[in-house]
């Protein structure tokens, strides 16, 4: 070959751009691929904690309601709770206060006036996404009268 002839072959490689744009987006796949897996993931901790939010507004309507029985305020969060995984732990228990202090419930403030009382719903689980697991956790507190 002469030489002339390697610099055209030469050239002509360097020229050429037909099978650029797959090699760039060979290149650009696991990227992307990850960034979509990534979305995904964020997408389910986000559903969880979404559904655990509205069991437990379920309970907290079971006490606006009129409910007062705290066994099943934590019955409705669990049947409500549709995506619950098998080691969520669901709460509810009585507290009182007087003027922001906590007080026992069965004694009067020291101003002689009646505790407030409130019920309080925990829930907590370990969700598990794509990558990794998440502690997800929510508490809401409701007067109770």
């Given at each position: 070959m002469k030489n002339s002839s390697r610099k055209w072959i030469a050239r002509a490689f360097t020229q050429c751009r037909r099978g650029a744009a797959a090699v760039e987006f060979s290149l650009m796949l696991p990227v992307l691929a990850i960034m979509l897996i990534g979305v995904v993931d964020v997408g389910i901790i986000a559903y969880e904690r979404t559904d655990m939010s509205q069991a437990i507004r379920a309970g907290a309507q079971y006490f606006m309601a009129g409910g007062s029985d705290f066994d099943r305020a934590a019955q409705v969060v669990r049947n409500s709770w549709s995506e619950a995984p098998s080691d969520a732990i669901?709460?509810?228990?009585?507290?009182?206060?007087?003027?922001?202090?906590?007080?026992?419930?069965?004694?009067?403030?020291?101003?002689?006036?009646?505790?407030?009382a409130y019920a309080r719903i925990t829930a907590s689980a370990q969700v598990e996404g794509i990558f990794r697991e998440y502690g997800a956790y929510r508490t809401d507190v409701i007067r109770v009268r």
């Amino acid at each position: 070959m002469k030489n002339s002839s390697r610099k055209w072959i030469a050239r002509a490689f360097t020229q050429c751009r037909r099978g650029a744009a797959a090699v760039e987006f060979s290149l650009m796949l696991p990227v992307l691929a990850i960034m979509l897996i990534g979305v995904v993931d964020v997408g389910i901790i986000a559903y969880e904690r979404t559904d655990m939010s509205q069991a437990i507004r379920a309970g907290a309507q079971y006490f606006m309601a009129g409910g007062s029985d705290f066994d099943r305020a934590a019955q409705v969060v669990r049947n409500s709770w549709s995506e619950a995984p098998s080691d969520a732990i669901v709460s509810v228990d009585r507290f009182c206060q007087c003027a922001e202090v906590p007080n026992a419930c069965n004694q009067n403030c020291p101003d002689g006036s009646v505790p407030a009382a409130y019920a309080r719903i925990t829930a907590s689980a370990q969700v598990e996404g794509i990558f990794r697991e998440y502690g997800a956790y929510r508490t809401d507190v409701i007067r109770v009268r």
